[in-house]
């Protein structure tokens, strides 16, 4: 397949299969297109695995397991901490290469290389951190040692609204904890995923720690790689309808499984809240990537005494929103991800507008190529309506009325999806007591952005197992060995 190459001015990685630290070609040499959602045009043409191409990967995979899992923490430290490095150096040339794939806009995109970052030079710092313990038994005839050993090769399935993100966030802490991956990236976007496994080979990390297989047949793909007898887990980040399909798929083998699934976070507006501080959390939990996210504030749940105000106030900055094409500078506000994906936005903003809710902004489609959806706002949505049970993964902010503070709570809580949830207020007892009462993995009080790679991320309910960043991350890639020891 083709080396690094220059596409519509974006320096594209090479587009094979990344497989033992090289780019192939496919078993059966096909190919499919990467579009831009700026413009609907090809921007690459890339490998397109089978299932025939999961036995070498995997092979590749266990292959490097052998020494990686052996190796000095030290070792590994570095390998992150200089991953990290090239990614802050390589900020412009990767933030272009996400925003073409994905139509992310380019000050998103810098914002997504900076978190990713993050998480390989957090995870240095753990792969320092794995311990076991040594104490006496209780009879006092032995002892008991525990270890912590990688889990083994682990297949991840990425998704495409944070393609370096969520590299970032599953492949640093395996690799911290001494474990190799065979990657399925998005049939979207699945450049990064490749000039990302190319990056850490030039940090150290040895050939065939990291691969990745493109393709467009994701679901015969994932069934090869969860049937394969070296792979021991998959963590996975995308819908819960997938998620569950895959839950049983891996319930066949007994494979540990991480699954960050679909999200519908409310956000809660209390009548004592800071409106400047609430419209600006409003703003960054809705339109960071578009809407494109699954810790987007997906429902607005405003106290009915401030609802017309803030209401008011989230229309104004939204329309000063610039909208355009993902790679022009000045954008704010860049396309969805594919044709799709926008009719599908606008299909649940007409069906509200249809059922009572009131258009305060946007909810036309825009003329023109590419696949743009103007940031819209709808008042007066009812609770049931399917706006708002629907995670709606665009620039669209659903406005539901409430009058007391249980109610506000009981909102929030009916829906099978427990991911984030934002709550303003400054009354920090209420506050907490509301955070308390939420079924939801992430709160956000008083701010609009809960993602850190020092913190837990991960939900409850239908919205996922496990947890990713912090401390916790890194045990999601462990086994716990226990040693008796006659003394």
């Known amino acids: 397949m083709t080396s690094t190459v220059e596409a519509a001015g974006v320096r594209l990685p090479a587009t094979g299969l990344h497989v033992r630290g090289e780019a192939r070609a496919a078993v ?112 006092g005839d032995y002892w008991i040692l525990t270890r912590q050993e990688p889990i083994g090769v ?28 065979v990657v399925k990236p998005p049939e979207e976007a699945p450049l990064t995923s490749l000039a990302l496994a190319a990056l850490l080979e030039e940090a150290g990390l040895p050939a065939g720690v990291v691969n990745v297989l493109p393709t467009a047949d994701a679901p015969r793909v994932v069934a090869r790689l969860l049937e394969h007898p070296a792979v021991r ?28 699934l679909g999200g519908n976070a409310p956000f809660i507006v209390f009548d004592d809240a800071d409106l400047d501080d609430a419209v600006q959390g409003a703003l960054a939990a809705k339109m960071r990537g578009c809407g494109q996210a699954c810790t987007a504030a997906n429902r607005f749940l405003v106290h009915e005494d401030i609802a017309d105000e803030f209401t008011a106030r989230l229309v104004r900055v939204m329309a000063a929103l610039r909208p355009g094409s993902a790679s022009a500078e000045e954008t704010e506000v860049g396309p969805l991800v594919s044709a799709r994906a926008r009719d599908g936005v606008h299909r649940l903003v007409r069906g509200a507008i249809g059922r009572g809710a009131r258009l305060a902004l946007g909810g036309e489609l825009p003329e023109g190529a590419g696949y ?91 919205s996922g197992l496990g947890r990713e960043g912090g401390s916790e991350g890194v045990q999601e890639y462990l086994e716990t060995k226990y040693i008796a020891v006659d003394w």
């Open 28 to 139: 059966g040499g096909g190919t499919f297109e990467v579009l831009d959602p700026s413009t609907g045009q090809a921007l690459a043409r890339v490998a397109d695995a089978s299932p025939d191409d999961v036995d070498p990967a995997v092979a590749a995979a266990a292959s490097a397991l052998r020494t990686w899992s052996r190796s000095a923490p030290g070792a590994r430290a570095q390998v992150l901490e200089r991953a990290a490095a090239l990614l802050l150096e390589r900020t412009e040339e990767l933030a272009a290469l996400i925003s073409a794939e994905s139509g992310k806009s380019l000050r998103d995109a810098r914002g997504e290389i900076r978190y990713s970052a993050d998480f390989f030079r957090w995870y240095a710092g753990e792969a320092l951190r794995l311990d076991g313990v040594s104490r006496r038994s209780p009879s």
């Open 154 to 181: 682990v297949a991840v399935v990425t998704p495409w609204n944070f393609p370096a993100a969520m590299i970032a966030r599953k492949v640093a802490p395996a690799v911290a904890a001494g474990c190799t991956c």
């Open 233 to 260: 887990k998959i963590s996975f980040t995308g819908s819960t309808e997938v998620g569950r399909r895959l839950l049983r798929a891996s319930a066949e083998r007994v494979l540990a499984t991480s699954m960050e």
């Open 372 to 462: 743009h959806y103007p940031p819209t706002v709808l008042d007066h949505v009812a609770p049931d309506d399917p706006l708002v049970t629907t995670e709606i993964f665009g620039p669209v902010a659903a406005v539901v009325r409430f009058s007391t503070e249980a109610q506000a709570v009981d909102l929030a809580n009916d829906s099978e999806m427990g991911l984030a949830s934002y709550v303003f207020s400054r009354d920090l007892a209420r506050a907490l007591r509301v955070a308390d009462a939420l079924e939801v993995g992430m709160v956000g009080i008083n701010r609009g952005l809960v993602s850190d790679a020092a913190a837990p991320f991960g939900g409850t309910k239908q």
